[in-house]
């Protein structure tokens, strides 16, 4: 198991900036994917954005440029930093790990889940 503990959710105003943090315990020794996803009142979740071990990264296209993802491998903690926010990235963000991973836009790739942290952003 990999216990996975999100922060940093909170109401921010449009083109305001919020950063994520998602905190992994357990068994950290193991080199795996990590990514967010987001599920908004009333629709799917969907992914976000990913990374993995060695730093490689991939975002959706509605927050390419506007979000970064990263991680401290040594810290066992990855983060989402969210710029230029906008009302439909209103949503509770969750973190996902994952080991072996087929398609890390995917849910069903990852194993493990957080609780999820609420970002609100109002016009």
């Known amino acids: 198991q990999v216990p996975l503990v999100e922060s940093g959710g909170g109401l921010v105003q449009a083109g305001d900036s919020l950063r994520v943090s998602c905190a992994a315990s357990?068994?950290?020794?193991?080199?795996?994917?990590m990514g967010w996803f987001r599920q908004a009142p009333g629709k799917e979740r969907e992914f976000v954005a990913a990374i993995t071990w060695i730093g490689n990264t991939y975002y959706a296209d509605s927050v390419k440029g506007r979000f970064t993802i990263s991680r401290d491998n040594g810290m066992n903690t990855m983060y989402l930093q969210m710029n230029s926010l906008k009302p439909e990235d209103t949503a509770i963000y969750y973190c996902a790990a994952a080991y072996y991973v087929e398609n890390v836009k995917v849910d069903g790739s990852y194993d493990y889940w957080g609780r999820g942290t609420q970002v609100t952003v109002s016009s």
């Open positions: 357990g068994r950290t020794n193991r080199r795996y994917v």
